[in-house]
Structure formats: structure tokens, C-alpha cells
């Protein structure tokens, strides 16, 4: 392991325990003048979503001032999901009401990069919806380094994440896209990153700053994307990553990680392009293909998959008008 990589691990990995007082964040936090938004992703989560704004409610708005903006931003649920996050007292908002004028775009992506521009915090943290054993630390973990430390722009979650089955749960697995995919594509084309324990984790706070600079896949490759683009211009100083301990949520099958996976690694091709560091590769297929057997039959199924990317928060005109951008 390099000495740029342990260095790091001693000085920008922390335990959500680190954290605990949440009074002297809030503290840092005013003294900084910081204003911190809370945005929760969603599609079809009418299970968990009542139980998460509850709790960060409570906790971090009512009780401890932490969170100054809490929303839900909807993908287009099919289910109660917006009705039970209004209920509870989160904003809620459809991705496809906010900057109607660039159009509608399904995908988890599109919801991160709307709330830049519908959400006013300085940070802005991320969490997603279908966790199960929800708790503040989800939230406080990652913000701190951010409010503690002025050269911390992007902190990232990592935790053990056991798998859920009929009875009961199995104390590990779970990161499979990570092991499999993209760990041994840090390794090989970007070393330094592979201090990142969880990079595809769903909980990260990021300052507004670096948001609006940086493009958005609408779909799996937005964290990947994220991480290589904030590395190769902010460097490995600018993440930090907290252990949350344990995170229970929805697994799933490994035909839906084929599909993320496929995302995934058009999104990193097109990066390895952009950066000048491969050449003479052919276009990607957008066609991604599996197999399903029935008896001695077999089918191919195939779908279309496109990472299609949002452009940089920062060139849409109604967000440089919103946040007084000039120039």
C-alpha cells in the first residue's frame, strides 16, 4: 500500500462514534455559517421512507438544528411514497417539476442532480431511501468531516452490509458490484482510489461547490462518476469516508447487477476516454444482453441501457440566475 494511501486511511477515515456529539456539530456548523440540505432519492420506497423522515426530523431538525432543508425527490412512484413522505413532513418534490424546461429523465442520477438547483444548503447530503435500520448517524457520519474540515469536499459512507432473507440475516455479502467491477478497475487505472472501502454507497455529503461542477450520469454510473471526477481535480485529499457500522436494506438479484454493472462501465469508458488515457477503442453497444432458460429452450433478453449525462449544475441558466452565477 502506498504511503499517499495510508496517510490518508490514518487521517480522512473515521467511525460514526467520532461524531456522536451532535450539539458540537451543529455548533461548528453556525460558527462556519453553514446551511445543510438533506436530500433522500426516491422510487416506489412507501415502506421506509415514513420511518426515515421521522427520525431525521426529530433528531436532527426539531431536537439538534443540523439539517436546515430536508426533501424527498421522486422519480416517479407508482406506489404511496410521496403521500407518506408529505404526511410526515418532509418536502416532496417530482423530478420532472423541477427545471421543466431541460425535460424528464428517469433515474436516481437525475433526482441527485435536480436538488442541486432545488436545494439551498451549502452541503448537501445524500441518503437513500430503502434502509432499514435508519438512524441519525446515516447523516451526521458523513456531514462531519465536511463541517470540521474545510478541505474535505466529498465524504462517502461505508458499512458491513448483510444481506436479508426469509430467516433472517446473513452477516456478510452484499458490495458485490464493488468487489467484482469496480475495485479491480481502480486497481488497475486508478490505484489511489481503491483506499475508497465503499465507493458505490448511497450516503455521501458533498459541498454545493463541487456539485455544480461536476456532470451527472442519469443512472448507475453517477457515483463512479462522481469519484473520478472529483479525484481528477480535486485529488484523493478532497473525499473522506465514515464507518457507519451496519446497513440493512433491499438486495438485489444479479441479473439487475448485470444491468448496473453495464451502466457502470460506460460510464467509466467514456471517462477513460475524456482523460486522454486510452485511445482507438471502438464505439460502446448500448444493448446489454442475458440469457433466461425454460426447460431446454433459451432465450436472449436484451435491453437498452444509456448512461446519458446531465451536464454541469452550474452552465443551466436557471441556476445561474437562481444562485446569482456570473459571467
Not at 7 to 16: A, S, Y
Not at 58 to 77: K, Q
Amino acid at each position: 500500500m502506498s504511503d499517499k494511501i495510508t496517510k490518508w486511511l490514518e487521517t480522512n477515515t473515521f467511525h460514526h462514534g467520532e461524531f456522536w456529539d451532535i450539539l458540537e456539530l451543529v455548533r461548528k456548523k453556525e460558527a462556519k455559517g453553514l446551511k445543510i440540505s438533506l436530500c433522500i432519492p426516491t422510487l416506489n420506497e412507501e415502506k421506509t421512507i415514513g420511518k426515515e423522515i421521522v427520525i431525521f426530523k426529530s433528531e436532527l431538525m426539531e431536537r439538534y438544528p443540523l439539517i436546515d432543508e430536508f426533501a424527498v425527490i421522486d422519480s416517479g412512484s407508482e406506489d404511496r411514497t410521496l403521500e407518506v413522505a408529505a404526511s410526515f413532513g418532509a418536502d416532496t418534490y417530482r423530478a420532472k417539476d423541477i427545471l421543466p424546461e431541460v425535460g424528464d429523465k428517469r433515474g436516481k442520477g437525475e433526482n441527485l442532480w435536480k436538488a442541486i438547483y432545488q436545494l439551498k444548503g451549502d452541503i448537501i447530503v445524500y441518503v437513500d431511501a430503502d434502509i432499514k435500520n435508519i438512524h441519525p448517524r446515516f447523516v451526521t457520519g458523513i456531514v462531519a468531516p465536511l463541517i470540521h474540515n474545510d478541505g474535505v469536499h466529498y465524504c462517502k459512507a461505508f458499512y458491513d452490509r448483510p444481506m436479508a432473507y426469509s430467516t433472517g440475516i446473513r452477516s456478510s455479502g452484499g458490495g458485490r458490484v464493488t468487489e467484482i467491477l469496480i475495485r479491480p478497475l481502480f486497481s488497475l487505472f486508478f490505484p489511489e482510489l481503491t483506499a475508497l472501502i465503499q465507493p458505490l454507497s448511497g450516503e455521501f455529503a458533498v459541498r454545493r461547490g463541487v456539485l455544480e461542477k461536476i456532470p451527472f450520469p442519469i443512472g448507475y454510473g453517477v457515483e463512479t462518476a462522481h469519484i473520478l471526477d472529483v479525484y481528477r481535480e480535486w485529488g484523493l485529499e478532497a473525499f473522506a469516508q465514515t464507518d457507519l457500522d451496519q446497513r440493512i436494506h433491499r438486495n438485489q438479484s444479479t441479473n439487475a447487477l448485470g444491468k448496473m454493472s453495464f451502466g457502470i462501465l460506460q460510464t467509466f469508458i467514456k471517462r477513460l476516454k475524456a482523460y486522454g488515457m486510452v485511445d482507438r477503442l471502438p464505439d460502446m453497444a448500448t444493448l446489454y444482453r442475458q440469457f433466461q432458460a425454460e426447460g431446454n429452450r433459451y432465450e436472449q433478453l436484451t435491453r437498452e441501457i444509456v448512461e446519458y449525462e446531465r451536464p454541469p449544475m452550474a452552465t443551466i441558466p436557471a441556476y445561474r440566475k437562481k444562485y446569482g452565477i456570473k459571467g
